[in-house]
T-cell receptor
Framework: DADVTQTPRNRITKTGKRIMLECSQTKGHDRMYWYRQDPGLGLRLIYYSFDVKDINKGEISDGYSVSRQAQAKFSLSLESAIPNQTALYFC?????????????FGEGSRLTVL | LAKTTQPISMDSYEGQEVNITCSHN???????ITWYQQFPSQGPRFIIQGYKTKVTNEVASLFIPADRKSSTLSLPRVSLSDTAVYYCLVGDFSNAGNMLTFGGGTRLMVKP
């Protein structure tokens, strides 16, 4: 089983619908992240969380919200999906600590908004 | 987060050594240099991280000159399966806010 699991892996929805992408991890890491990747481009950080009570906006948080339900669970919500939110979404985790640059990524959730 | 510049793409052949250079002229004292590999439709995978001089693991080597304004990822004897996008990130990763973007990366194509 994957250490970082994302559900759903693929989702097609319509404009205006509420969508939740879920991420769970078995690595015991404190830090969790949500990234977005558009075709042919790099990843951009949406939100990140250092622990259960910590939520921080990333570079492109508008139109998204998150919930850190437990150390192992971090969900990303699109309250009212729009077509330009069509993208591949990745959840990642990492240890806390000094200069730990190693992120562990999930397999991705491909979202299509029609 | 230090701005990084890497080639958009590179071609190589199986069995060759590949060197991908990343420029980061405004690297800060506490910044580390980290490289990731990404295959299509998969999340990036950590390859190597370093601060100065040379770091080597079972996958790659990372060369960092004394001024730390650039770094070179070296992949020995590449195979077709090394075809991927390689990202260079520079920052103080104790602050996750510095992981703002992976940039465009370098698309490596390994040919038979």
């Amino acid at each position: 089983d994957a250490d970082v699991t994302q559900t759903p892996r693929n989702r097609i929805t319509k404009t205006g619908k509420r969508i939740m992408l879920e991420c769970s991890q078995t690595k015991g890491h404190d830090r969790m992240y949500w990234y977005r990747q558009d075709p042919g481009l790099g990843l951009r950080l949406i939100y990140y969380s250092f622990d259960v009570k910590d939520i921080n906006k990333g570079e492109i948080s508008d139109g998204y919200s998150v919930s850190r339900q437990a150390q192992a669970k971090f969900s990303l919500s699109l309250e009212s999906a729009i077509p330009n939110q069509t993208a591949l979404y990745f959840c990642a985790t990492s240890w806390g600590g000094l200069n730990t640059g190693e992120l562990f990524f999930g397999e991705g959730s491909r979202l299509t908004v029609l | 987060l230090a701005k990084t510049t890497q080639p958009i793409s590179m071609d190589s052949y199986e069995g060759q050594e590949v060197n991908i250079t990343c420029s980061h002229n405004n690297i800060a004292t506490n910044d580390y240099i980290t490289w990731y590999q990404q295959f299509p439709s998969q999340g990036p995978r950590f390859i190597i991280q370093g601060y100065k001089t040379k770091v080597t693991n079972e996958v790659a080597s990372l060369f960092i000159p004394a001024d730390r304004k650039s770094s070179t990822l070296s992949l020995p004897r590449v195979s077709l399966s090394d075809t991927a996008v390689y990202y260079c990130l520079v920052g103080d990763f104790s602050n996750a806010g510095n992981m703002l973007t992976f940039g465009g990366g370098t698309r490596l194509m390994v040919k038979p």
